[in-house]
């Protein structure tokens, strides 16, 4: 899809851009107004904060950064938001955006980054690491029994977009078998054998030695694996989820994690995660405060930058936009 340009169209540019990366963005809005808001002291920073000027609301078309989603309506002649995340729940909300708005993400950016750290929490929990790291702590020198492989596990995949490709991708590489689960199971995806719709979810779950979700939130998604689902898998199944917290009940995670190897989560419901929630001390449970994407590899905010230039050469020239999430 494309929108049409005007002499009036105002970028505003959020990201923390170096001098390089500036001059890149205004050869590619292509004489188009541009103003840089963002700060480039937080180029390594691992979030990145929006301040956007009051004069600057009212006049901007399109907005490359994540505003508050609770600000959008002090920008009332958006045309098109470009995210620096892939996640844009906030902004598909029923009345946060005029509905003409375009918004794209950054979807692409994080598969590696999200994908390794799911790889790595599998790991970790098949090797026994989070029970080694306690005994660590306690000074104490105790075998933590048997451990497992992924060679010849089966991996389910429960959304195969950019980064459950990369993970399925992974674990093939060292003899996993990988089913996906996607909503358009004729849609193929790198790194799967075999791809499957969320209707066969259930005869799927008995058959994994590790699921992972990467799933946004949606009704549709939502306790995705509830008491029922956990309860289909085999005993001493890894469960994984780097997609929103809500994917999984955590009431019914807890009930069964005593006869899973365990659970790796990056995220929870809710975020942040109560300090007395149960799931914290489960020896089986190990839990990341959803670090997996944001700016934590460098190589991801390389190709946040990336997509968004190249969006905007394509808006101000006539061409199709990529990641194209409300048209």
């Known amino acids: 899809m494309t929108i049409a340009t005007t002499r009036n169209d105002v970028i505003v540019n959020c990201l923390p851009l170096n001098d390089d990366e500036r001059q890149s963005f205004v050869e590619a809005a ?6 840089f808001v963002g700060d480039p002291g937080e180029r390594n920073a691992m979030s990145w904060s929006i301040r956007v000027p009051d004069e600057l609301r009212e006049r901007a078309t399109v907005i490359i950064g994540n505003v508050p989603a609770s600000q959008m309506a002090h920008y009332p002649n958006l ?24 918004v794209t993400n950054a979807s692409g950016a994080y598969g590696q980054s999200v994908s390794e750290h799911l790889f790595a929490m599998m790991w970790a929990l098949m090797k026994n690491l989070p029970q080694y790291r306690d005994h660590q702590q306690r000074s104490e020198w105790h075998d933590a029994g048997a451990v497992v492989s992924p060679a010849d596990a089966t991996v389910l995949v429960i959304g195969t977009g950019d980064i459950g490709s990369h993970f399925a991708t992974m674990c093939r590489g060292v003899g996993a078998h ?6 358009n199971p ?17 005869d799927l779950l008995p058959r994994a030695d590790v699921v992972a979700l990467i799933v946004p939130s949606t009704p549709d998604t939502h306790h995705l694996l509830d008491g029922h689902r956990l309860a289909l898998l085999k005993a001493g199944a890894i469960v994984l989820n780097a997609g929103r917290g809500d994917a999984i009940d ?11 190897r365990g659970a790796g989560l990056d995220v929870t419901e809710p975020e942040p ?4 929630s149960p799931l914290w001390s489960h020896p089986r449970c190990l839990i990341t405060p959803h670090v997996a994407g944001g700016n934590h590899l460098s190589a991801t905010v390389d190709r946040i930058i990336a997509i968004a230039r190249d969006n905007i050469a394509n808006y101000t020239t ?3 936009l990529h990641n194209m999430v409300r048209r």
């Open 273 to 276: 995660l109560p300090s007395d």
């Open 250 to 260: 955590p009431d019914a995670l807890l009930v069964n994690l005593d006869r899973l």
């Open 318 to 320: 006539g061409s199709s």
């Open 186 to 202: 004729n849609k193929e995806a790198d790194g799967i054998d075999s791809m499957h719709g969320f209707d066969e979810l259930d």
């Open 30 to 35: 292509n004489g188009t107004e541009q103003v």
């Open 79 to 102: 045309k098109w938001l470009q995210t620096w995340s892939a996640g844009v729940d906030a902004y598909l909300a029923p009345g946060i955006l005029d509905p003409s708005v375009v």
């Open 178 to 183: 990988t089913i996906g689960v996607r909503r």
